[in-house]
Antibody
Framework: EVQLVESGGGLVQPGGSLRLSCAAS????????MNWVRQAPGKGLEWVAI????????YYVDSLRGRFTISRDNAKNSLYLQMNSLRPEDTAVYYC??????????WGQGTLVTVSS | DIVLTQSPDSLAVSLGERATINCRSS????????????LAWYRQKPGQPPKLLVS???ARESGVPDRFSGSESGTDFTLTISSLQAEDVAVYYC?????????FGPGTKVGIK
């Protein structure tokens, strides 16, 4: 069974940093493009970033490039999102999600990030 | 960036009746290589992550009930639920995976009349 389990969310002050992790199991992680997708409370889905199987290509939504960094460790079957200079508008559930290409066919349950003083 | 618009924003349908959701792309999602549209449909129930229903605009995923179908016409796409069931109450999103940045439509909320 495919499992994606996010961790690292929580309450952080504006301007702070947070690193999200996603542990993958039940499939060959190194063959999947992996994404972070977020959803602000009561809002729609917003794609954040994607990383290629070997980490050689990364793409970001324009509005977040420079503050967020996606990375992966295939030896640990793990995906990461480093988030810096956090703002209240970054408050959202962050989903780890992936697929064999740009198509997303697997999702985690999400981890909540709250940016507030 | 590719912009997806969805209509309607919400709809209420009687149990057993048809629900139709539309998605329009700001540019072609058609691949020259495989002649398929890079368009997916997801269902998100309250408190749950999205679930992939349809890929390549019209290919239903394994295990998805056959009451769900996707269709395409140029840059216009449609998700049809032929006979609405109570468990279909959710928000439905289209998403393009043709190019980065990947983008989602704003969502359509489906309820019971």
């Amino acid at each position: 069974e495919v499992q994606l389990v996010e961790s690292g969310g929580g309450l952080v002050q504006p301007g702070g940093s947070l690193r999200l992790s996603c542990a993958a199991s039940g499939f060959t992680f190194s063959t999947y493009w992996m994404n972070w997708v977020r959803q602000a409370p009561g809002k729609g889905l917003e794609w954040v970033a994607i990383i290629k199987q070997d980490g050689s290509e990364k793409y970001y939504v324009d509005s977040l490039r420079g503050r967020f960094t996606i990375s992966r460790d295939n030896a640990k079957n793990s995906l990461y999102l480093q988030m810096n200079s956090l703002r209240p508008e970054d408050t959202a559930v962050y989903y780890c999600a992936g697929g064999p290409g740009f198509l997303i066919d697997q999702w985690g349950q999400g981890t909540l990030v709250t940016v507030s003083s | 960036d590719i912009v997806l618009t969805q209509s309607p924003d919400s709809l209420a349908v009687s149990l057993g009746e048809r629900a139709t959701i539309n998605c329009r792309s700001s540019q072609s999602l058609l691949s020259n290589s495989n002649k398929k549209n890079f368009l997916a449909w997801y269902r998100q129930k309250p408190g749950q992550p999205p679930k992939l229903l349809v890929s390549w605009a019209s290919a239903r995923e394994s295990g998805v009930p056959d009451r769900f179908s996707g269709s395409e016409s140029g840059t216009d796409f449609t998700l049809t639920i032929s006979s609405l069931q109570a468990e279909d109450v959710a928000v439905y999103y289209c998403q393009q995976y043709y190019s980065a940045p990947l983008t989602f439509g704003p969502g359509t909320k489906v309820g019971i009349k």
